[in-house]
């Protein structure tokens, strides 16, 4: 019994490498995405970023940097909507723009503004990952659109 055991170790270890691999292989074709978190300090904001972040990690098509390379980047930045409830509901903009190392600014791609409760986080944070998915489907056609008119 410990011989059949001991047989199958190294294939073992041999196929949680290559599941390793492939898992390196697929996180470096899906789409860097960096979330710029220039929040006002409340609960609401920050977990409406943090469900942003949740909402991208899920994602089969996107994963989250901070590395230096062609992204897109979402500033995102939260404020009470009411000063005497901070913890209630905020108000966010979200900034869309195309970063890459080789231009010293990046590229606005659009932008949206919003209220979300305490109670709207999630669907909040679920329209802004399915924008930026939207937007990232778009640039792909266009390049793909240009490469084909050559």
Avoid at 61 to 74: F, H, P
């Amino acid at each position: 019994m410990n011989t059949i055991i001991y047989n199958r170790y190294p294939l073992l270890i041999l196929l949680i490498i290559l599941l390793s691999l492939n898992y390196s292989r697929a996180q470096e074709l899906k789409v860097p995405i960096e979330i710029n978190d220039k929040s006002v300090d409340n609960m609401v904001g920050r977990s409406l970023v943090y469900h942003i972040r949740e909402g991208i990690r899920k994602s089969s098509e996107m994963r989250l940097t901070i590395d230096n390379e062609t992204k897109i980047l979402v500033a995102i930045t939260t404020t009470p909507e009411h000063a005497e409830k901070p913890n209630v509901s905020c108000i966010y903009s979200a900034i869309w723009m195309l970063s890459d190392s080789t231009y010293p600014f990046p590229l606005y791609l659009y932008s949206v503004i919003g209220s979300c409760g305490s109670e709207s986080v999630q669907s909040s944070a679920d329209n802004i990952v399915a924008e930026t998915d939207k937007l990232f489907l778009d640039i792909k056609k266009l390049v793909n659109k240009l490469k084909s008119n050559k």
